[in-house]
């Protein structure tokens, strides 16, 4: 039988040793993921005086800081619409040039009819439509090249003069990036509190002997 001595030093041991691995354990449990709207999240609101024109006054915000379309995309890892923003700017290059092509041929047409109205060699009604019709010809030309820069250009402007996508699709898209941010942060916590606290295991295996 166990001498009082020999049972009160058991005891002592034993408190030793919970006091050891019940706080490590009991911190990493109690310990949460810090709440969402303490953690930097993505938010879609209103915009207040844009400093370029915009169709759609909803924006995607980042702290406060208007982000594109395509900057969403890329955070979103949206493969997709990535894509397509990049197919639209290197086709943009093609519009441009056959627009500009059609200006050119307009002028021209134009010039050649205010010539002929001029020299009054045919009808004055041919002539000056010739005249008209090449300056209209020329001026939605240069507006076609320019609606193709500014259209190619949106996805890439923050704010967005006009959205890529509808609202509902651009929400699916924030609430993807914000879980993705919040499982950061919390696997960070995670990581954090280990390299702290230790393994408990290790503290309540005794020490090996050589």
């Known amino acids: ?18 006091s050891l691995v019940a706080p490590s354990s009991g911190v990493a449990q ?10 930097p999240q993505l938010t879609i609101d209103s915009i207040e005086n844009p400093m370029v024109p915009v169709l759609e006054k909803w924006q995607v915000f980042f702290e406060g800081v208007p982000l594109s379309d395509i900057q969403v ?7 997709q619409m990535i894509e397509w923003a990049n197919r639209r700017m290197s086709r943009r290059g093609k519009w441009v040039f056959w627009s500009l092509a059609s200006a050119t041929v307009g002028i021209g047409i134009s010039a050649t009819g205010w010539v002929l109205f001029g020299k009054n060699d045919l009808s004055r009604g041919v002539t ?22 500014q259209v190619s250009l949106d996805p890439y402007v923050a704010p967005s003069p006009a959205h890529s996508i509808s609202r509902s699709e651009m929400r699916n898209l924030v609430a993807r990036i ?12 995670q990581d954090i509190l280990n390299q702290t606290l230790g393994r408990p295991a290790l503290l309540s295996s005794p020490p090996t002997s050589k």
């Open 73 to 79: 995309a890329q955070l979103a890892n949206d493969e």
């Open 128 to 149: 000056l439509g010739m005249a008209l019709g090449g300056v209209l010809v020329g001026i939605g030309s240069v507006l076609l090249a320019t609606e193709a820069i």
């Open 1 to 18: 039988m166990r001498t009082r001595a020999e049972t009160i030093a058991i005891v002592v041991i034993m408190g030793m040793v919970f």
């Open 30 to 39: 109690t310990i949460p993921c810090p709440k969402a709207k303490n953690i």
């Open 178 to 189: 914000n879980h993705r941010f919040y499982k950061q942060v919390c696997s960070a916590s």
